[in-house]
């Protein structure tokens, strides 16, 4: 077991251009979540999955970002023309549904840290 | 005003001191998470409380469900316990997402 796994680590893009990132959950998770963490905070809740579906957005996510997980497994985060303000480190987080069996810890990758110029 | 409040925001302790981290919250919970987060990003669980008290090594984390308060405790800090502590949580009038804390900085000197 891997655990929680996020490509690419580091990404430095310039103001306008479109970025995509990568998370791969721990395989046996059917839920997926993203957080955004900018310096000083806590992580925010972005967006979740429970396999491919995407059940709740966050309103902090704007039209520019778009969350796919298409089988269930690994997903994938795109900004569209992204500002300066969205630099930030990305955190991707996995886990068994609540409730079911399973625990109900997350368990997070090690973050995309994001800088736009 | 945030949901989830820690202090302090910064802690700075000698080797083999007792550390204490607070976290208040205002809403209604689930469950609550103490979590370390190392530089560079990566986070881990360290504990997942929805009542009384529990004990992992030198870690101790607490909770008053009615006080709305729970304590993160290090017993014999040592420098590898440096780390920023984060406390979550699961918020039911969030649909139990997890909210977090910002942050407590520790940085334990040798």
């Known amino acids: 077991d891997t655990g929680v796994s996020q490509d690419p680590r580091h990404k430095i893009t310039k103001r306008g251009q479109n970025v995509t990132f990568r998370c791969d959950p721990i395989?046996?998770?059917?839920?997926l979540y993203w957080y955004r963490q900018t310096l000083g905070q806590g992580p925010e809740f972005l967006t979740y999955f429970q396999n491919e579906a995407q059940l709740e957005k966050s309103r902090l996510l704007s039209d520019r970002f778009s969350a796919e997980r298409p089988k269930g497994s690994f997903s994938t985060l795109e900004i569209q023309r992204t500002e300066q303000g969205d630099s930030a480190m990305y955190l991707c987080a996995s886990s068994l549904v609540p409730g079911t069996g399973g625990a109900d810890t997350q368990y997070f990758g090690p973050g995309t840290r994001l800088t736009v110029l | 005003k945030n949901e989830v409040e820690q202090s302090p925001q910064n802690l700075t302790a000698q080797e083999g001191e007792f550390i204490t981290i607070n976290c208040s919250y205002s809403v209604g919970i689930s469950a609550l998470h103490w979590l370390q987060q190392h530089p560079g990003g990566g986070i881990v669980s360290l504990f997942m409380l929805s009542s009384g008290k529990k004990k992992h090594g030198r870690l101790i984390a607490t909770i008053n469900i009615q006080e709305k308060h729970s304590s993160l405790h290090i017993t014999a800090s040592h420098p590898r316990d440096s780390a920023v502590y984060i406390c979550?949580?699961?918020?039911?009038?969030?649909?139990?997402?997890?909210?977090f804390g910002a942050g407590t900085i520790l940085r334990v000197k040798s």
């Open positions: 979550a949580v699961r918020a039911m009038e969030y649909g139990n997402k997890l909210v």
């Open positions: 395989s046996e998770h059917n839920r």
